[in-house]
C-alpha cells in the first residue's frame, strides 16, 4: 500500500512543533499495536487528541531501567534478520580473565562470519541487557572470579534486577536459563552455548536439577549446545527433558545409524539420542514448524551438536576424571550453583589442560552452528511484529520516537522540498534516508582503528550470466553450441545480480574465514542506488562500511558510477566474456579515497586502481610496516604495477637505486611481499616488467645471481616439480624473474592446483629440513647474505569439483582465506594452501561470489595454530 507525501509529512510536522514529545507520544499511540484493533487505516489521529495529556506506561519506564536491548539486535528481531543469544556465565564463572574477553568477542565474529548477529547477553549494572557493547562485555568479564558477580539463573532475576532498581548496581552472567528467558522477551529464537545443565548424580535423592532443564519446558527458544555437562546424569536429564515435553534432537555430522547423544567433551555418551536432524536447514524446519501450536503453551527446543571429532577426548580419560571432580565436590560440599564451576575447574586440572582447548572448540563449533539455524529459520518467515503496519513505518516511527535527532531548521528545509511540486521523487529519498539512518547496524567500527588486514579494492554491483542452452529436443548447429553460448545474437541464459568486486570479496572471505580476524575494506561507490545497495549489503555481510567513501554523480568534469562487472559464462560456468566499468576507479587521485594511516598486519591493493595510485597505496602501506599482498585482478590489469612513473619516492635500499624504473623495490627492500595470479596474469605481469625494462637494472642481475640457478638453466628442475606442460609455458621461469620483485608468488593454476615459488633466507629452516629437499630449487652460491635459495613447489587442487555452481570469485576468496591465516600467524605452507584451496572449493559450489559458509574454517585455522604451537614446542625442547 503507497503512502502519500501528506502522509509521511504528518510526523516531520509533529516533530517541528513547539512541544514535539507531547505530540508524538500521541502519535505513537495512535498506531500502538496494543490497540484492540490494530488494523492499518494510514496515520490516524486518536479520539480527544487534545483533550487529555498522555504519560508512559509504567510497564515502559519499568523495562528500561531493568532490561534493555541494543539498535542492532532489535533492529534484527524486527525485520526477521537472523540472531544469536549468547551467554555470559562462561566468561564469569568459566573462563578466565583476559581470556573470557578474547574468547567473547571471537564468538561474536564467528556469528556474524555466518551470516548472523550475535547478541550476547548478561546483567550489567544492574540492568539486564540484550546485545552486550565490546565495553560492557570487558566490564562483566573483568568481574570473573568477584564474588559479588552473580550467576544469574531465572530465579536470580528478580533479585539482581530489583537491586539495581534500589541503588545497588551488580553485575552477572546469565545461565542457559536466564539467558533463554531474556532472548524470548527480546523475541530471539536460537541460542548457542556450550552444554546444557541437567540432572546431578543422585538427582534421584538430592533433587539437585538445573533451571535450564524447567526453562526448556516453558520457553520458546530452540538450544544449541554439545549436549549436557559430561559430569551429569545423562540419561536422567533425557528422561526429565521428555517429561517436559522438550524435542531434543542431535547433528548426525556425518553419520548414519543409531546416534549418541553427546557427553560435552565426548561424541558418545551411551545414551541414544531422541531424534537426529542431519544440518542446519532441518534444525530450523523443525524451529518453525512450533508456530503451529502460536495458541498453546510454548516449549523449547534442544539441538545437540556432537564436539568436533578432532577435540574430542578419550572416554576413558574424562570419565576418571569426571568421577574424582564429582566426588572432590561431593566431600568439599559444593552443592547447587557452585557445583558446576568447582567440577568444571577440576576436570581442567586433572586432565593436565587438555579440556580447555576442547572446552572452547565445541563452543565455537556451537555458536556456528546455531548461526546456521537462525540464517535458515529466517527464511521461512516474514517480519515478526505482529501489527500490520508496513515495515518500513514502523522503522520510520522508531527513528522519529528516537531522541528526536534532527535539526529543526534541517527539518523545516526538508518539509519545503517535500512540498515543492518540483522535486516528485524526493519524499521516498527522503524516507529512504531515514530508514538507512534507523536500520545501520553498528558492525566492526574496531576495524577502523586496528584492522588486521586492510584492503584496497574495488567494490561491484556483479551480473553474472550463466548459458543456459535450448532443451534436447531443440535444434543445434554443432556441439560447441550446446556448450557455449553463440556469438552476435541473444542467448538463453540465468542471470544473477550479486554484489562484488575484487576488494569486497577478498575482505569479505577473510572476514567470514578469519573467526577474530578484523579487516577494513577501503575502497569507493558513487552516489547512486547501486551504491546504496553496496553499502547496504556490506553492513549486512559484517564489513564496516565508514571506509567506503561516496562520490557524487558529478564532479566537475567527470561523472562517477558505481563499479559494475558482467560476467558471461557457458554452461560448465567457464567464463566465456567479462565486461566491467571500474571507472570510478581509473582517476590517478581520485577524491576522498582514505589513505591515513593503519596499523595493520597485512594490506592487499587489487589492480583496479590506476597505476599511479595503485604504487602510492603500496608505498603508503609499506611506510606503515605493513606487508603488501597483489591481486592482479585480470589479464588488462594485472601489468600495471609495473607501469613506469617518477612521482612516486623511491623507499628503503632502492632510494639509491637510479636504474629502477620506478618505485618497485627489489629485494630485501621489496614493496610487494605476496602476489597471488593465475597463469595467465602471471605471463601479462612478466610481459609488462619485461617492457618496461625492470629485468635490465643491475641490481635486479644481482639477485637473480644470487639465488643459485645455474648458468645451463633449471628446466629439469621445473620439470620434475611441476610438469612438462607448465614448463613449456614458461610458468616457472617467469615466476623466477618476477621474484626480485615479489619475493613469495602464489600462482592459481585451476585443476592444476598451486604453484608456490619463493625467495628463501639464508636462515630458513626448510634449507636444511630433508622434508623440504624436493621443493629446493636452487641454493645461493655467491656467498649472498641476503638470499639463501628458491623454494618451489606445486601444491595439487585438494579436490576436483564437478558440481560447479559459480567460478565467480574464487581466486579472491583463495586470497581472503590465505590471508586470514596469514594474519594468525600461520606460516605458508601446504596446510595453509589447502585450507585456502578449500575455501575456493566452497565458493565454485556457492552461487555467491564469497561462500558463507567459510566460517566453517575457523576451525581449520585454530587446528593448524594448534599443530604449529606442538611442533614449535617440540623442536625447542629437542634443540
Same mark, same amino acid.
Given at each position: 500500500?503507497m503512502?502519500?507525501?501528506a502522509?509521511?509529512?504528518?510526523?516531520?510536522?509533529?516533530?517541528?512543533?513547539p512541544n514535539?514529545?507531547r505530540?508524538?507520544?500521541?502519535?505513537?499511540?495512535s498506531?500502538?499495536?496494543?490497540? /484492540?484493533?490494530?488494523?492499518?487505516?494510514?496515520?490516524?489521529?486518536?479520539?480527544?487528541?487534545?483533550?487529555?495529556k498522555?504519560?508512559?506506561k509504567?510497564?515502559?519506564?519499568t523495562?528500561?531501567?531493568?532490561?534493555?536491548i541494543? /539498535?542492532?539486535?532489535?533492529?534484527?528481531v524486527?525485520?526477521?534478520?537472523?540472531?544469536?543469544?549468547?551467554?555470559?556465565? #562462561?566468561y564469569t564463572?568459566?573462563?578466565?580473565? /583476559?581470556?573470557?574477553?578474547?574468547?567473547?568477542?571471537?564468538l561474536?565474529?564467528?556469528v556474524?562470519a555466518?551470516?548472523?548477529?550475535?547478541?550476547?547477553?548478561g546483567?550489567?549494572?544492574?540492568?539486564?541487557?540484550v546485545g552486550l557493547t565490546?565495553?560492557? #562485555?570487558t566490564?562483566?568479564?573483568a568481574?570473573?572470579?568477584n564474588?559479588?558477580?552473580?550467576?544469574v539463573?531465572?530465579?536470580?532475576?528478580?533479585?539482581?534486577?530489583?537491586?539495581?532498581?534500589?541503588?545497588?548496581k551488580?553485575?552477572?552472567?546469565?545461565?542457559?536459563?536466564g539467558?533463554?528467558?531474556l532472548?524470548?522477551?527480546?523475541?530471539?529464537? !536460537?541460542?548457542g552455548?556450550?552444554?546444557?545443565?541437567? !540432572?546431578? =548424580?543422585g538427582?534421584?535423592?538430592?533433587m539437585?536439577i538445573?533451571?535450564d532443564l524447567?526453562?526448556?519446558?516453558r520457553?520458546?527458544v530452540a538450544v544449541?549446545?554439545?549436549?549436557?555437562?559430561?559430569?551429569?546424569? %545423562?540419561? =536422567?536429564t533425557?528422561?526429565?527433558?521428555?517429561t517436559?515435553?522438550?524435542?531434543?534432537c542431535t547433528?548426525?555430522d556425518?553419520?548414519?545409524g543409531?546416534?549418541?547423544?553427546?557427553?560435552?567433551?565426548t561424541?558418545d555418551?551411551?545414551?541414544?539420542?531422541?531424534?537426529?536432524?542431519?544440518?542446519?536447514r532441518?534444525?530450523?524446519? %523443525?524451529?518453525?514448524?512450533?508456530?503451529m501450536?502460536?495458541?498453546?503453551?510454548?516449549?523449547?527446543?534442544?539441538?545437540?551438536?556432537?564436539?568436533?571429532?578432532e577435540?574430542a577426548?578419550?572416554k576413558?580419560?574424562?570419565?576418571?576424571a569426571?568421577?574424582?571432580a564429582?566426588?572432590?565436590?561431593a566431600e568439599?560440599g559444593?552443592?547447587?550453583?557452585?557445583?558446576?564451576?568447582f567440577?568444571?575447574?577440576?576436570?581442567k586440572? &586433572?586432565?593436565?589442560?587438555?579440556?580447555?582447548?576442547?572446552?572452547?572448540? &565445541?563452543?565455537?563449533?556451537?555458536v556456528?552452528?546455531?548461526?546456521?539455524v537462525?540464517?535458515e529459520l529466517?527464511?521461512?518467515d516474514g517480519?515478526?511484529?505482529d501489527?500490520?503496519?508496513?515495515?518500513?513505518q514502523?522503522?520510520f516511527?522508531?527513528?522519529? =520516537?528516537k531522541?528526536?535527532?534532527?535539526?529543526?531548521?534541517k527539518?523545516?528545509k526538508?518539509l519545503?522540498?517535500m512540498?515543492?511540486p518540483?522535486a /516528485?521523487?524526493?519524499?521516498e529519498?527522503?524516507?529512504?534516508?531515514?530508514q538507512?539512518?534507523?536500520?545501520?547496524?553498528?558492525?566492526?567500527?574496531?576495524?577502523?582503528?586496528?584492522?588486521?588486514?586492510v584492503?584496497?579494492?574495488?567494490v561491484?554491483?556483479?551480473?553474472?550470466c550463466d548459458?543456459a542452452?535450448?532443451?534436447?529436443?531443440?535444434?543445434?548447429s554443432?556441439?560447441?553450441?550446446?556448450?557455449?553460448?553463440?556469438m552476435?545474437?541473444?542467448n538463453?541464459?540465468?542471470?544473477?545480480?550479486? !554484489?562484488?568486486?575484487?576488494? =569486497?570479496?577478498?575482505?569479505?572471505?577473510?572476514?567470514?574465514?578469519?573467526?577474530n %580476524?578484523?579487516?577494513?575494506?577501503?575502497?569507493?561507490?558513487?552516489?547512486?542506488?547501486?551504491?546504496q545497495m553496496?553499502?547496504?549489503a556490506?553492513e549486512r555481510e559484517?564489513?564496516y562500511?565508514?571506509?567506503?567513501?561516496?562520490?557524487?554523480?558529478?564532479?566537475?568534469?567527470?561523472?562517477?558510477r558505481?563499479?559494475?562487472?558482467?560476467?558471461?559464462?557457458?554452461?560448465?560456468? +567457464?567464463?566465456?566474456?567479462?565486461?566491467a566499468?571500474?571507472?570510478?576507479?581509473?582517476?590517478?587521485?581520485?577524491p576522498?579515497?582514505?589513505?591515513?594511516?593503519?596499523?595493520?598486519?597485512?594490506?592487499? !591493493?587489487d589492480?583496479?586502481?590506476?597505476?599511479?595510485?595503485?604504487?602510492?597505496?603500496?608505498?603508503?602501506?609499506?611506510?606503515?610496516?605493513?606487508?603488501?599482498a597483489?591481486?592482479?585482478v585480470?589479464?588488462?590489469?594485472?601489468?600495471?604495477?609495473?607501469?613506469?612513473s617518477?612521482?612516486?619516492?623511491?623507499?628503503?635500499?632502492n632510494?639509491?637505486?637510479?636504474h629502477v624504473?620506478?618505485?618497485?623495490?627489489l629485494?630485501?627492500a621489496?614493496?610487494i611481499? &605476496?602476489?597471488?595470479?593465475?597463469?595467465?596474469?602471471?605471463?601479462?605481469?612478466?610481459a609488462a616488467?619485461k617492457k618496461?625494462?625492470f629485468f635490465?637494472?643491475?641490481?635486479?642481475w644481482?639477485?637473480i645471481d644470487?639465488?643459485? #640457478?645455474p648458468?645451463?638453466?633449471?628446466?629439469?628442475r621445473?620439470?620434475?616439480i611441476?610438469?612438462h606442460?607448465?614448463?613449456?609455458?614458461?610458468?616457472?621461469?617467469?615466476?623466477?624473474?618476477?621474484?626480485?620483485?615479489i619475493?613469495?608468488?602464489?600462482t592459481k593454476?585451476?585443476?592444476?592446483?598451486?604453484?608456490?615459488?619463493?625467495i628463501?633466507?639464508?636462515?630458513?629452516?626448510?634449507?636444511?629440513?630433508?622434508?623440504?629437499a624436493?621443493?629446493?630449487?636452487?641454493?645461493?652460491s655467491?656467498g649472498?647474505?641476503?638470499?639463501?635459495?628458491?623454494?618451489?613447489?606445486?601444491?595439487p587442487?585438494v579436490?576436483v569439483v564437478? +558440481?560447479?555452481?559459480?567460478?565467480?570469485?574464487?581466486?579472491?576468496?583463495f586470497?581472503?582465506?590465505?590471508l586470514?591465516g596469514?594474519?594468525?600467524g600461520l606460516?605458508?605452507n601446504?596446510?595453509?594452501?589447502n585450507?585456502?584451496?578449500?575455501?575456493?572449493?566452497?565458493? &565454485?559450489?556457492?552461487k555467491?561470489?564469497?561462500s558463507?559458509?567459510l566460517?566453517?574454517?575457523?576451525?581449520?585455522?585454530?587446528r593448524l595454530?594448534?599443530?604449529?604451537?606442538?611442533?614449535?614446542a617440540?623442536?625447542?625442547?629437542?634443540?
Amino acid at each position: 500500500m503507497m503512502i502519500g507525501p501528506a502522509s509521511w509529512q504528518a510526523p516531520f510536522r509533529l516533530v517541528s512543533r513547539p512541544n514535539p514529545v507531547r505530540h508524538i507520544l500521541i502519535f505513537s499511540r495512535s498506531v500502538s499495536h496494543q490497540e /484492540p484493533n490494530n488494523t492499518y487505516r494510514g496515520w490516524r489521529r486518536p479520539k480527544g487528541l487534545f483533550t487529555h495529556k498522555p504519560t508512559l506506561k509504567p510497564s515502559s519506564l519499568t523495562e528500561h531501567l531493568v532490561f534493555q536491548i541494543s /539498535p542492532e539486535v532489535s533492529n534484527a528481531v524486527k525485520n526477521n534478520l537472523p540472531v544469536v543469544a549468547l551467554e555470559t556465565t #562462561i566468561y564469569t564463572h568459566g573462563f578466565p580473565y /583476559p581470556e573470557n574477553v578474547a574468547l567473547a568477542l571471537d564468538l561474536e565474529k564467528i556469528v556474524r562470519a555466518n551470516g548472523a548477529i550475535p547478541a550476547t547477553i548478561g546483567v550489567v549494572e544492574g540492568v539486564a541487557r540484550v546485545g552486550l557493547t565490546n565495553e560492557e #562485555i570487558t566490564t562483566l568479564a573483568a568481574g570473573a572470579g568477584n564474588p559479588d558477580t552473580m550467576k544469574v539463573s531465572r530465579r536470580d532475576l528478580p533479585y539482581i534486577l530489583g537491586m539495581g532498581v534500589a541503588g545497588r548496581k551488580l553485575n552477572g552472567g546469565t545461565t542457559v536459563s536466564g539467558t533463554m528467558l531474556l532472548a524470548s522477551k527480546a523475541g530471539i529464537r !536460537v541460542f548457542g552455548t556450550g552444554g546444557l545443565g541437567g !540432572v546431578h =548424580r543422585g538427582g534421584q535423592d538430592t533433587m539437585d536439577i538445573s533451571a535450564d532443564l524447567t526453562e526448556l519446558g516453558r520457553t520458546h527458544v530452540a538450544v544449541i549446545s554439545s549436549g549436557c555437562k559430561s559430569f551429569l546424569d %545423562i540419561p =536422567r536429564t533425557l528422561e526429565y527433558l521428555e517429561t517436559q515435553g522438550v524435542t531434543v534432537c542431535t547433528f548426525a555430522d556425518g553419520r548414519t545409524g543409531p546416534i549418541d547423544f553427546p557427553a560435552f567433551y565426548t561424541r558418545d555418551s551411551g545414551s541414544k539420542s531422541p531424534m537426529v536432524v542431519q544440518d542446519a536447514r532441518e534444525a530450523a524446519a %523443525i524451529i518453525y514448524s512450533q508456530t503451529m501450536f502460536k495458541e498453546a503453551k510454548q516449549f523449547g527446543m534442544l539441538f545437540a551438536n556432537p564436539i568436533p571429532e578432532e577435540f574430542a577426548l578419550q572416554k576413558a580419560e574424562i570419565d576418571a576424571a569426571i568421577d574424582q571432580a564429582v566426588q572432590e565436590a561431593a566431600e568439599q560440599g559444593f552443592h547447587g550453583h557452585a557445583n558446576t564451576p568447582f567440577i568444571l575447574s577440576r576436570i581442567k586440572d &586433572l586432565t593436565h589442560g587438555n579440556s580447555l582447548p576442547a572446552n572452547r572448540a &565445541l563452543i565455537e563449533s556451537n555458536v556456528a552452528m546455531a548461526a546456521k539455524v537462525a540464517v535458515e529459520l529466517s527464511k521461512y518467515d516474514g517480519p515478526t511484529s505482529d501489527d500490520s503496519f508496513p515495515r518500513s513505518q514502523q522503522r520510520f516511527l522508531e527513528t522519529l =520516537r528516537k531522541d528526536f535527532e534532527f535539526d529543526r531548521k534541517k527539518l523545516d528545509k526538508m518539509l519545503a522540498t517535500m512540498n515543492s511540486p518540483k522535486a /516528485p521523487g524526493n519524499t521516498e529519498n527522503l524516507v529512504s534516508a531515514v530508514q538507512d539512518k534507523a536500520t545501520q547496524p553498528h558492525l566492526g567500527k574496531e576495524a577502523a582503528q586496528n584492522p588486521d588486514i586492510v584492503v584496497y579494492g574495488s567494490v561491484a554491483m556483479d551480473l553474472s550470466c550463466d548459458y543456459a542452452p535450448p532443451s534436447e529436443g531443440a535444434a543445434s548447429s554443432s556441439n560447441d553450441t550446446a556448450v557455449s553460448p553463440q556469438m552476435h545474437t541473444s542467448n538463453l541464459a540465468a542471470i544473477s545480480p550479486s !554484489v562484488g568486486g575484487v576488494g =569486497r570479496n577478498v575482505a569479505l572471505a577473510a572476514h567470514r574465514a578469519g573467526g577474530n %580476524i578484523s579487516v577494513l575494506l577501503r575502497s569507493l561507490v558513487a552516489n547512486d542506488i547501486a551504491g546504496q545497495m553496496i553499502l547496504t549489503a556490506l553492513e549486512r555481510e559484517g564489513l564496516y562500511t565508514g571506509s567506503i567513501r561516496s562520490l557524487p554523480l558529478q564532479q566537475s568534469h567527470r561523472q562517477n558510477r558505481t563499479a559494475q562487472y558482467v560476467a558471461v559464462n557457458d554452461a560448465k560456468k +567457464d567464463l566465456v566474456l567479462a565486461m566491467a566499468d571500474m571507472s570510478i576507479f581509473s582517476a590517478p587521485n581520485p577524491p576522498k579515497l582514505n589513505m591515513s594511516d593503519v596499523s595493520a598486519k597485512w594490506g592487499v !591493493v587489487d589492480a583496479n586502481w590506476h597505476p599511479q595510485r595503485l604504487r602510492k597505496i603500496i608505498i603508503k602501506l609499506k611506510l606503515s610496516n605493513v606487508k603488501v599482498a597483489y591481486e592482479p585482478v585480470s589479464v588488462p590489469k594485472s601489468g600495471g604495477v609495473f607501469q613506469p612513473s617518477m612521482d612516486v619516492p623511491k623507499v628503503g635500499a632502492n632510494a639509491e637505486q637510479p636504474h629502477v624504473p620506478n618505485s618497485l623495490g627489489l629485494f630485501p627492500a621489496h614493496t610487494i611481499d &605476496l602476489a597471488t595470479p593465475n597463469q595467465h596474469e602471471l605471463a601479462a605481469m612478466h610481459a609488462a616488467a619485461k617492457k618496461w625494462e625492470f629485468f635490465d637494472s643491475q641490481r635486479w642481475w644481482q639477485i637473480i645471481d644470487s639465488l643459485g #640457478i645455474p648458468s645451463s638453466g633449471a628446466r629439469d628442475r621445473f620439470v620434475s616439480i611441476t610438469t612438462h606442460k607448465m614448463t613449456d609455458e614458461g610458468i616457472p621461469f617467469q615466476t623466477i624473474q618476477l621474484l626480485p620483485f615479489i619475493p613469495t608468488i602464489l600462482t592459481k593454476l585451476g585443476a592444476d592446483g598451486v604453484l608456490l615459488t619463493e625467495i628463501l633466507k639464508p636462515d630458513d629452516l626448510r634449507l636444511t629440513d630433508p622434508a623440504h629437499a624436493p621443493y629446493i630449487l636452487s641454493r645461493t652460491s655467491n656467498g649472498s647474505t641476503e638470499i639463501g635459495g628458491v623454494y618451489m613447489r606445486l601444491f595439487p587442487p585438494v579436490e576436483v569439483v564437478e +558440481d560447479v555452481v559459480s567460478v565467480n570469485g574464487v581466486g579472491d576468496t583463495f586470497l581472503g582465506v590465505l590471508l586470514a591465516g596469514l594474519a594468525k600467524g600461520l606460516e605458508l605452507n601446504e596446510d595453509l594452501v589447502n585450507i585456502a584451496q578449500r575455501g575456493a572449493v566452497m565458493t &565454485l559450489r556457492s552461487k555467491e561470489a564469497v561462500s558463507p559458509q567459510l566460517g566453517e574454517l575457523t576451525q581449520e585455522f585454530h587446528r593448524l595454530q594448534r599443530k604449529e604451537i606442538t611442533e614449535g614446542a617440540t623442536a625447542s625442547h629437542e634443540i
